[in-house]
């Protein structure tokens, strides 16, 4: 799924090439942001994986906020998300409480992630779903990113998403074909992913959004990527980003290869000529990287 998207950078300063640059988060809003979040309870997938771009996109009015708890019912080997199995628990204030913080905090953007939710009949498409209503009422001018898991791939599942829909359906594929029964959990899968992507555009409104994203460096060949953005093409796919993966710790699967920063370039001239709307490419570019402005591309190229 989802969250993936932000490796950690855990990975042992000395090892890491000198363009994978950690900067502490700074900014006015920072302390602030900090005690809204802790008053209601909430964190930001921004600090918890210790993103680089924390203060880049806070200054910008951009988070991104995890929903359905903080633990999956899935085991990806990239991902630091502790693995756990909640019988169907679900807290059923969160959607009040996101509407809340993105109220509160005045953003302009925000990214909602889940953690898979295999133990729910629904994936937690209802919870979800609720959650961006709470966020329009409160908030009429944020922009809403949903960056969904795969909800078992069914259609039921994504429909009541779409009904009150964000202004961008995100899901990640995460990573080629060749590796990604060894790099995602058994029950994600590269043609799942596609068909998710595909289903948004077929069951959403005219006009949607729709992103993805995929992590360079775990052992894909350039044919393989080449092809992966092909297939999100053919799935319509209009935005996309691409970073370096980062092992979180030991027990999670190694670097493959640190990517430099111009093959990175390439490959986001790469995806511009294979028709994507908007692409970010680069060693600490994450999903929501920029979100609000790629979002603006595609809504340009699309004269909206
Ligand atoms: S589905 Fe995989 S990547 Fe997403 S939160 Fe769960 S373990 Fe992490």
């Known amino acids: 799924m989802a969250s993936s998207s932000t490796p950690t950078l855990a990975t042992e300063p000395s090892a890491l090439p000198e363009w994978i640059r950690v900067r502490p988060p700074r900014g006015a809003a920072y302390p602030e942001v900090r005690g809204i979040l802790g008053e209601l309870g909430l964190d930001t997938v921004c600090r918890e994986a210790r993103c680089p771009n924390l203060s880049e996109c806070w200054s910008a009015g951009a988070a991104t906020l995890m929903l359905l708890g903080t633990e999956c019912t899935r085991r990806c080997t990239f991902c630091a998300v502790t693995t756990h199995w909640p019988r169907g628990v679900v807290d059923r204030t969160e959607p009040s409480r996101i509407a809340e913080a993105v109220h509160r905090w005045g953003l302009r953007y925000v990214v909602l992630t889940q953690v898979c939710r295999d ?55 995460e990573t080629v074909r060749s590796i990604s029964s060894e790099v995602r959990d058994p029950r994600a899968g590269y043609d799942r992913s596609l068909g998710v992507l595909r289903a948004a555009h077929r069951l959403g409104p ?99």
Not at 253 to 270: G, K, L, N
């Open 119 to 173: 133990d729910l009949e629904d994936g937690g498409a209802s919870v979800l779903a609720e959650t961006v209503r709470k966020i329009r009422a409160e908030s009429p001018r944020t922009l809403v990113e949903l960056l969904i898991g795969d909800l078992g791939g069914r259609d039921d599942a994504l429909r009541p998403l779409l009904e009150s829909p964000p202004d961008v359906l995100a899901h990640n594929l």
């Open 206 to 304: 005219k006009g949607l959004v729709t992103k993805s994203s995929l992590m360079l460096g775990l052992g894909e060949t350039d044919a393989e990527l080449e092809m992966a953005l092909r297939d999100l093409r053919s799935a319509e796919v209009d935005l996309l980003t691409l970073g370096q993966y980062l092992r979180p710790d030991p027990d999670h699967r190694p670097v493959h290869r640190y990517v430099p920063p111009d093959e990175f370039s390439r490959w986001q001239a790469t995806a511009l000529s294979l028709g994507f709307r908007g692409a970010a490419s680069g060693p600490l570019v994450r999903s929501s990287y920029r979100a609000e402005e790629l979002y603006r591309q595609a809504r340009a190229a699309r004269g909206g």
